[in-house]
Structure formats: C-alpha cells, structure tokens
C-alpha cells in the first residue's frame, strides 16, 4: 500500500485561503488505511478548515467528499458533480491520485493536502513500515522475498557491508540489518549460492538514501 502523511494546516490553509469554494477530496483506499487521506479524514480536515476560515473571518465554503481510488477512471463519475462545484480541489490522496484527479479536470486548480512517503505494510494497527522503494528492477527472487533496496540502509545490492552487529545496522540500535536476515534465510534455504548472482551496484543519484523509513500514528500504536 501506498503510505502518505498530511501536510501541516497552515500549509493547506494558505494554498486555499485565496479560493472561494473549495472540496477537500478523499481517496478510500491506500492513504485511508493509514488513516491520513479517506473520506473520513476529508471530513474532518474539512470541518479544521471551515474553523480556521471563521477564526481569520475569511469568506471561503468548504465541503468535502472523496471516492474509492483517484488513481482510476472507472471510480470519478460518481465525483463529477462534487468536483464541477469547486474552484478548487485540495486532493488527499497520494502522488499519483492527485496528479490523476488534475489530469481529470485541468480546468479546475488541484492542489495537495498529503505527502506521499512510501510503499508500505501495516505492521502493527497505526504502525506502517516501508517494504518497496518502486526501484524497477526487483530482485526478490535472489534475496528471499526480502527487498536491500527498500529496507537496507545504504540500499547495498552486494551485502552485507561489515557495520551490522548483533543483528543491527550501524547506523542506528532500532534499524535491523536486513541483509542479516537475507543471509540467514538463504541459508535456511539452503539457497545461499543465489547470493552469487547479485548484479553490480548500481547509480543511485536519482534515487533517496538515508535508510528505510517508518511512520508512526502515535494514538493507533503502543
């Protein structure tokens, strides 16, 4: 699933507070299962907007609505009405469902209320950690189902790389080595030569770095 974060309101607030009607738009499946961009958050984002408005005594309606996927034709009908109301659409859902809804209707001004982060499991309820980092070039086969790219965190093709210790990355005591637990299960295998077939390191340098990243809803995770 596709992992995604609200923008902070003051952010959101000063890309609407120029426009006079405004729908706060939900997608329903990906960024609603981290509770950040469904239908519900719509609601509710709608309902902070609306206070902010009155508080700022700034003329500006402000509904909300949302559909199961923005990443999808088959699923905007049901919108249309809702969209050809607004001269704006602050769009809660990831990357690609924004950037399709803009694609949808390009007379209306699209805008963003949520940061796409990663692709993600739920580990735990309100705890979602990346897994995929859309690399395009999947070498799971190799690595028993275990992704270096996405949860390494120098993302090492050829590992491991000699920092680990006790199981654990160098750079921090709460990151797992994952190339630990990819030697370790290719042996459990008894498929450890598969490690030989490893392709080169490739140019990085259009890619992030920085490690494998977590997002946390502290009211959902103990």
Known sequence: MIVGKQKPLEEIWEMIKGHQKVLVFGCNTCVAVCHEGGNKEAEILASLLRMKAKQENIDIEIRDGGIERQ??????????????????????????????????????????????????????????????????????????????????????LNGPCGGSAGGMCEISKDVECIWDQIVRKKMEQGHLDDLLKMKPAKDWTTSRNGGPRKQVREDLHE
């Open 71 to 156: 990443c999808e034709h088959e699923f905007f009908d049901s919108a249309t009405d809702q969209v050809e109301w607004a001269d704006a659409v602050l769009s809660i859902a990831c990357g690609a469902g924004i950037q399709f809804t803009s694609e949808k209707w390009p007379e209306k001004i699209t805008l963003p209320g949520l940061n796409t982060t990663f692709i993600g499991v739920v580990e735990q309820p309100g705890l979602f950690t990346e897994r995929c980092a859309m690399c395009g070039d999947c070498i799971l086969h190799l690595t028993g189902g275990l992704c270096p790219v996405a949860r390494c965190s120098k993302s090492l």
